[in-house]
């Protein structure tokens, strides 16, 4: 099975910063997609931030462009999500997602972390 646990959430005050950690159990040379989703309750997933391997592609949500970087560290097969200029918006329980991938764009949608909180006050 695929592990994946989150870690950095937390509470931060309206223009801060935070940064969201995901320890993998993926086989770095295998082909994925790798990254990050957010829910509030009574609404959908909402994807933030994803990169495909080998070559980092990567997609980000319209509210995260300019504010939210990704990024993979591949000696410790971690991917983080730096958050800046955070809003109240940004309040919801984060995810980190990986799927099997071919290409930039694949779905990212199989295997989920436990998640972790993040509330912008």
Not at 65 to 82: A, C, E, H, L, P
Request: with cysteine; hydrophobic share 25%.
């Amino acid at each position: 099975d695929v592990q994946l646990v989150e870690s950095g959430g937390g509470s931060v005050q309206a223009g801060g910063s935070l940064r969201l950690s995901c320890a993998t159990s993926l086989n770095p040379d295998s082909r994925y997609c790798l990254g990050w989703i957010r829910q509030v309750p009574g609404k959908g997933r909402e994807g933030v931030a994803l990169l495909w391997t080998p070559d980092h592609s990567t997609y980000y949500s319209n509210s995260a462009k300019g504010r939210f970087t990704i990024s993979k560290d591949n000696t410790n097969n971690t991917v983080y999500q730096q958050m800046t200029n955070l809003t109240f918006e940004d309040t919801a329980m984060y995810f980190c997602v990986t799927d099997v991938s071919f290409k930039p764009g694949d779905p990212c949608r199989t295997h989920y972390g436990q998640g972790t909180q993040v509330t912008v006050s």
